[in-house]
C-alpha cells in the first residue's frame, strides 16, 4: 500500500484495483481539488470531456470550475476492468446544474486511469453525458450524498 491518497500501487489485483476505484470515489466526493490533485503526477495529462489538461495546476482550476458549476455532487465508481497499471472505471454522479436554474442531472461514464509506478495517476481519461434527471430530487438515486452512496443497488435497469 502506497503512501499516495489514492491508494494501492501497481501492478493491480482485482481487489487492489477495487479498492483504487473507492477511493478515489471517496476523494472525488470530497470536492477538494487540491487533495484530488495529491493523487496525480505533476505531469498528468488529462482529457475530461472536450478538455484537456496537462499538470496539477490545470487539474485544481479545472475541478475548481467544475465544482461552482456542479452543486450537491454525489458520484459513484465501478470497477470495470484491469491489467497491469491501468484501470478503466463506469461511474455515475448526480448534481444540481448551477448554469441550469439548479436542475438536477445525472452523468453516466468512463474513465481510462494509467499510474506511474510510485502509485499516482499519470493519465486520466473521461468521457460522460449528462442527461437532466425527469422527476428532479424524486428520482435521484443518491439522495442521501455521498456517504450513503454505496447503498443503491446499481444494475442494468439504471443504463
Not at 477538494?32 to 498528468?44: G, K, L, N
Not at 486511469?113 to 493519465?123: E, L, N, P, S, Y
Request: aromatic share 14%; glycine share 6%.
Amino acid at each position: 500500500m502506497s503512501t499516495d491518497p489514492g491508494g494501492p500501487i501497481p501492478p493491480f489485483t482485482e481487489e487492489s484495483a477495487t479498492m483504487r476505484v473507492k477511493a478515489a470515489q471517496r476523494m472525488w466526493n470530497t470536492q477538494d481539488p487540491v487533495r484530488i490533485a495529491q493523487a496525480y503526477t505533476p505531469d498528468s495529462i488529462w482529457r475530461n470531456r472536450t478538455s484537456f489538461l496537462k499538470g496539477t495546476d490545470e487539474i485544481i482550476a479545472f475541478l475548481e470550475k467544475k465544482w461552482a458549476r456542479e452543486k450537491n455532487y454525489t458520484l459513484r465508481k465501478e470497477l470495470f476492468a484491469f491489467k497491469d497499471n491501468k484501470i478503466a472505471v463506469q461511474f455515475w454522479y448526480e448534481y444540481q446544474d448551477a448554469e441550469d436554474q439548479m436542475i438536477w442531472k445525472r452523468c453516466y461514464g468512463l474513465e481510462d486511469w494509467t499510474f506511474a509506478a510510485d502509485g499516482r495517476m499519470r493519465k486520466r481519461q473521461m468521457s460522460g453525458n449528462d442527461v437532466v434527471i425527469e422527476g428532479g430530487d424524486e428520482m435521484r438515486w443518491f439522495k442521501e450524498g455521498p456517504d450513503a452512496v454505496e447503498e443503491v443497488g446499481i444494475s442494468e435497469k439504471h443504463w
